[in-house]
């Protein structure tokens, strides 16, 4: 039994790469490869300590794949390889559950868990009031099949009796262990439940990821991980940061191992097998323990690495489970205790239409302010049209609020009682008269776009509110987009992200400034800025000389500093986020190299697909765009590629490949900049030839990576010591 506590896999092993013994059969190193796959990848994504670096487990994988295409009839169902299932699905197949999932009551005070707690008691008088509590995560709920130790299916709650077919998708999920861990012997049948979530920090980095992609922003992680898990696509559900928490089981066949008699050894056993539990979980005695053990997690509820909105606590004992039994809809021995919902009713005054950088028509509702989870929200996204059908909200509804994933504000749907009986649903405003096919020659040539469904012609089209010209849909997206290079709104957004902290982070004017620039037509491209003189800015009412001068000096301290990476990330140039920046500006010398690149040699570079290429190719072929390039050179922004990456500048990080990973107290951009000053090469990533690795807080992976490596790691104060002239080695 003691040895169930132990860690499922042996510490370090040698490397198997270089242990093919002569007398090994191919089935033999195949289940070889495939045991220290699954134990690498448990160690990477569950225990977030790997052994060995990415080179190491891509040649162990590959070479697993090679003799699984050898043999076919060898590969196990639980092979890693599988994670990699690609295709789609036709639509999701249905079935009962083994044992119905149901759902928790709810209460929201001490006085109704009080009451909850009286009632088990009266149940089954003299059961043991002992609870195990743990956060309520906010997800989507998932039952896992193990057959001997294997994993055969997996299942979405539905309606609790049937549930949707997942198992293709939840392969792909790396912190679902696809064989448990550990020797065995297993539960013959092994239904384990939980919530396949995604971390805070995850959603957050997959939303700037969608951002600078142009792709679909997520309104909260549950969405974002209950589309992933749902979705047909399984190379859209492998890509998205999910993590499944194990928080129960549902029919469990022990035989041959003796049965779990608490609830908490049930749990330890799964983190055995490789599961993840949810976190922060513990045994509480009686009502009061459990009221505290609430009211803690409800003001520690930032601290959770994971969205939560409540605890659950669970009588402990099984056999008390067992007796207690359910209601016609929920269990006897369980209950959440949510927190106050950060969810408010208000009057939706109207709906907006905002045109952002990338054209795209974005609803958002403007409401009468009213206070959501201690914050004012006067303004909440509505996604696009389609969302707005869908939740049907309509101008003059009451709508409910709600602050999701404890960050953006969000409109969940009408308060249909309160609707007022001359309401419409709501559309986007159609073009007037019959709209043509096709879009005009400039916008052809300037916009950026690949894969543009064209309108029938006929067919309605939304008219871009800002400047009138008709906008579009492109295949597989729900948004519609202007393209018109001269759109104002498009021109503006454009205009604020090049000055913004993602573009060329140029200070001293606020966003208020640059739409008076823009509005008044002084300024109407990036490179309008540079030309801008103090008696031009004088002629606007409320600027003064030492503002004028202060912004002036930030663009000529912007003009000397500006990378190649920073202004390709700053041109928008769709597809092309901070990484996709970077590789370029360390494969060309300046944006002229640039321009001459190929589709097929953009296309060979690492992280560059055929909508990237295709989307540099596009932006550098169109004519107002290389016009306004000639006037970037012509006002001396035209960054080249450091020298010193042929040649290191002589400097104390001289020659050595620096990376920054987690959040420092300056920006990035800026500590990029100081290093590459100093002589230092920015990696892409950790790999051997790493020599510092500078974590701010919450690094992340890279760390452990670098630890595992033997890679130096400083923290920002030693990084800003390496910068003084003549500083020794630190962290070697
Ligand atoms: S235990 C019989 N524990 O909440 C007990 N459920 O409202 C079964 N949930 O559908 C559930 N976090 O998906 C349990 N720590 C947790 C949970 C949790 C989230 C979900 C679960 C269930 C829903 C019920």
Not at 73 to 87: A, C, F, I, K
Not at 450 to 476: L, M, Q
Not at 539 to 556: I, N, P, T, V, W
Request: glycine residues 8%.
């Amino acid at each position: 039994m003691a040895s169930r506590d132990k860690p499922p896999y042996p510490p370090t092993q040698p490397s198997l790469l270089a242990l093919r013994a002569d007398a090994e059969s191919d089935m033999q190193r195949m289940e070889r490869l495939a045991a220290e796959l699954h134990r690498h990848n448990y160690l990477y994504h569950t225990l977030d300590a790997p052994e060995i670096g990415d080179d190491e487990y891509d040649l162990l994988f590959r070479e697993l794949e090679a003799l699984e295409s050898r043999h076919p009839q060898l590969r196990s169902p639980s092979s890693p390889t599988l994670r990699l299932g690609g295709g789609l699905l036709d639509g999701l197949d249905k079935k009962e559950h083994s044992r119905r999932m149901y759902g928790l009551e709810n209460v929201f005070s001490e006085k109704e868990l009080r009451a909850f707690v009286e009632r088990m008691s009266r149940a089954l008088p003299g059961c043991p009031l002992v609870f195990w509590c743990d956060p309520k995560l906010d997800g989507l709920a998932l039952e896992l099949v193990y057959e001997n130790g294997v994993f055969t299916e997996a299942l979405t709650r539905g309606d609790g009796i049937r549930g949707e077919v997942v198992t293709a998708a939840v392969r792909t999920i790396k912190t679902v262990p696809l064989r448990l861990h550990g020797k065995g012997p297993f539960p013959s049948q092994l239904e384990v439940r939980g919530e396949a979530v995604i971390y805070k920090d995850d959603f957050v980095a997959l939303n700037k990821r969608q951002e600078e992609q142009g792709l679909k922003i997520f309104a909260n992680p549950r969405n974002a991980a209950a589309g992933a898990v749902r979705n047909l696509d399984i190379a859209v559900t492998r890509s998205r940061p999910l993590r499944f928490l194990a928080y129960s089981t549902g029919n469990v066949v022990w035989n041959p191992i003796p049965p779990s008699q608490y609830h908490h050894d049930v749990l330890r056993r799964l983190r055995t097998w490789g599961f993840l539990t949810p976190p922060g979980g513990r045994l509480c005695s009686g009502a009061t323990e459990a009221e505290e053990y609430a009211s803690a997690a409800r003001v520690r509820r930032k601290e959770f690495p994971v969205g939560i909105d409540g605890v659950v606590i669970k009588q402990d004992s099984l056999e008390a489970q067992e007796a207690l039994g359910h209601t016609a809809r929920a269990p006897r021995f369980a209950v959440a205790y949510k927190f106050p919902a950060d969810q408010a009713q208000t009057l939706l005054e109207r709906i907006e239409i905002q045109v952002g950088r990338t054209g795209v028509l974005t609803p958002v509702a403007v409401l009468k302010p009213v206070l959501v989870g201690g914050v004012v929200v006067s303004r909440a996204t509505l996604h696009n049209e389609d969302e707005i059908a869908r939740r049907d909200v309509r101008e003059g509804d009451t709508v409910i609020v709600q602050r999701a994933g404890e960050v953006i504000p969000e409109v969940l749907g009408p308060v249909l009682a309160l609707r007022p009986p001359n309401s419409r649903p709501y559309k986007f405003k159609r073009a007037e008269g019959v709209v043509g096919s096709d879009i005009s020659p400039i916008r052809a040539e300037l916009n950026m776009l690949v894969d543009i469904e064209k309108s029938p012609a006929g067919a309605e089209v939304v008219a871009c509110p800002a400047c009138g010209e008709n906008t579009h849909r492109e295949k597989d997206e729900t948004a519609w987009r202007c393209s018109n290079p001269s759109c104002p709104a498009v021109r503006l957004r454009s205009i604020e992200h090049f000055v913004s902290k993602a573009g060329l982070d140029i200070q001293g004017l606020g966003a208020n400034w640059i739409t008076r620039l823009v509005e008044s037509g002084r300024v109407a491209s990036p490179a309008d800025l540079f030309a801008l003189t103090v008696d031009d800015l004088l002629r606007y009412e409320h600027m003064g000389e030492k503002l004028a001068q202060k912004f002036l000096s930030s663009l000529d301290a912007a003009r000397q500093k500006t990378t190649l990476a920073q202004l390709l990330r700053a041109l928008g140039i769709r597809h092309v986020g901070e990484q996709t920046a970077h590789t370029l500006a360390e494969r060309y010398r300046d944006l002229d190299e640039l321009a001459e690149a190929g589709f097929e040699e953009l296309q060979a570079l690492p992280d560059i697909g055929p909508k990237v290429a295709s989307s540099i190719r596009h932006f550098f072929s169109g004519a107002a765009n290389s016009a306004l390039l000639s006037r970037f050179r012509q006002l001396g922004i035209w960054p080249q590629r450091p020298e010193k990456l042929k040649k290191p500048a002589p400097g104390p990080l001289s020659g050595k490949k620096v990376l920054f990973t987690g959040t420092l107290s300056l920006p990035r951009n800026r500590a990029r900049q100081m290093a590459e000053g100093m002589g230092a090469v920015l990696a892409g990533g950790v790999g051997k030839g790493l020599d510092y690795l500078v974590a701010g807080e919450s690094p992340g992976n890279k760390l452990e990576k670098a630890r595992a490596l033997g890679i130096a790691i400083i923290n920002e104060a030693e990084f800003m010591r390496l910068l003084q002239p003549g500083a020794a080695d630190i962290g070697k």
